[in-house]
């Protein structure tokens, strides 16, 4: 087994087996040297396409697992290196007492949907920071993209198909809750089941803002995207990582400040 990340430059026998194991699977990295070169490279790439992984062109946990050559696909957790002090730079607006109390539930949620490595750390906070800036679970308020100039409240929610609602009073009964501000009826349906003790969300979708159920959404919501947003943040589409949670690029200065700055604070870890 090997225990990896192999990437560009690494020239060791762990090398050879991965070019071996590549060229045994039908993606040759032309000569068998023990030297990752570019042929590796595109080797690597070509096989993580194949196999829905991120091509990223490194053999990490779960390149090397799928090519029978790691017992484990976990990716190392940047939470260790995530502390209130770190995060309070991430958010330098936000009472640090949001952050200490709110925190250790949202990065036990990662944990728990097994998105703790470092892009989907920086994600989860950057998104915390774009949507809730006060890092506590809130409700939607009223605004011209929600509520009509004459309308009741959320009216340009109710027969939003895409959303799942289904006329008045579904606007405002789903209206955006929590971190990730989860909004419709499709998605209060869909996640109050995932969590880790299910939720009747549309019965009673007040529970989304609850901190604890808050963070779970959060954690449940990037995970059912994660190879999305890794090639969004691969190709350096921040705004594209941005949509694929928000349905748009609202909050995108945030958003790309808080994942800046937790960039440089959190230590780099392995690749898929």
Do not use: W
């Not at 989304?208 to 959404?217: I, K």
């Not at 943040?233 to 949670?245: D, I, K």
């Amino acid at each position: 087994m090997i225990a990896g990340p192999l990437k560009q430059g690494d020239n060791d026998d762990d090398v050879r087996t991965l070019q071996q194991t590549l060229a045994t699977h039908g993606f040759s990295p032309g000569a068998i040297d023990g030297m990752f070169g570019q042929g590796t490279v595109a080797a690597v790439m070509a096989f993580q396409k194949s196999e829905g992984l991120l091509p990223d062109g490194i053999a990490g946990p779960r390149t090397l697992s799928a090519l029978g050559l790691a017992d484990s696909t976990t990716l190392p957790s940047a939470i260790p290196a995530v502390s209130v002090q770190i995060v309070s730079q991430i958010f330098p607006v936000t009472p640090i007492g949001n952050i200490k109390s709110n925190l250790p539930s949202v990065l036990s949620a990662l944990v728990q949907s097994r998105i703790s490595d470092k892009p989907m750390v920086l994600m989860a906070l950057a998104t915390v920071r774009a949507e809730v800036e006060c890092f506590e679970p809130i409700a939607e308020g009223e605004s011209r993209f929600n509520t009509s100039p004459s309308g009741h409240a959320f009216d340009l929610y109710d027969n939003r198909k895409d959303l799942g609602n289904r006329g008045a009073p579904d606007g405002a009964a789903f209206k955006g809750r929590g971190y990730v501000q989860l909004t419709g009826r499709l998605n209060y349906q869909t996640y109050g089941p995932k969590l880790s003790t299910p939720v009747d969300l549309v019965s009673d979708p007040d529970r989304a803002s609850d901190p604890t159920v808050a963070a779970e959404l959060l954690a449940l919501f990037l995970a059912d995207r994660e190879l999305a947003i890794k090639k969004a943040l691969l190709a350096g589409n921040m705004a594209m990582a941005r949509q694929l949670v928000n349905g748009g690029t609202n909050g995108l200065d945030r958003f790309e400040d808080a994942f800046e700055r937790g960039s440089s604070l959190i230590p780099d870890l392995a690749a898929d």
